[in-house]
Nanobody, 127 residues
């Protein structure tokens, strides 16, 4: 059973940067689609970034395009979300996710696409 552990969240000022990491254990993810989601109280969990297994297809929520970058390091079985120019609207609990299905060519953005989830890490952007 694949387990995902996030790290890198915290408190940052407006305009600052954070890099979230998601380390996998219990299996390799080199042929799996990966994603980052976020959730705020009372709202549905939403995908902010996703990447396919080759790394050549990515998806970004419109509001984070140009500021967030998803990447993967299959040698380390770890993937990342680099977040720049953060705003208070980025405040949320961030979750990493991996699909059990392998070989998908598209970057998957739906909750139902993913089977493995991290525990979540809080990101707070304040002035």
């Amino acid at each position: 059973q694949v387990q995902l552990v996030e790290s890198g969240g915290g408190l940052v000022q407006i305009g600052g940067s954070l890099r979230l990491s998601c380390a996998a254990s219990g299996g390799t993810l080199d042929r799996n689609g990966l994603g980052w989601f976020r959730q705020t109280p009372g709202k549905e969990r939403e995908c902010v970034a996703a990447i396919n297994w080759t790394g050549r297809a990515t998806y970004y929520k419109d509001s984070v395009k140009g500021r967030f970058t998803i990447s993967r390091d299959d040698a380390k079985n770890t993937f990342y979300l680099q977040m720049n120019t953060l705003t208070p609207e980025d405040t949320a609990v961030y979750y990493c996710a991996a699909a059990s299905r392998t070989g998908a060519l598209r970057a998957m953005r739906n909750l139902d696409d993913y089977d493995y989830w991290g525990q979540g890490t809080q990101v707070t952007v304040s002035s």
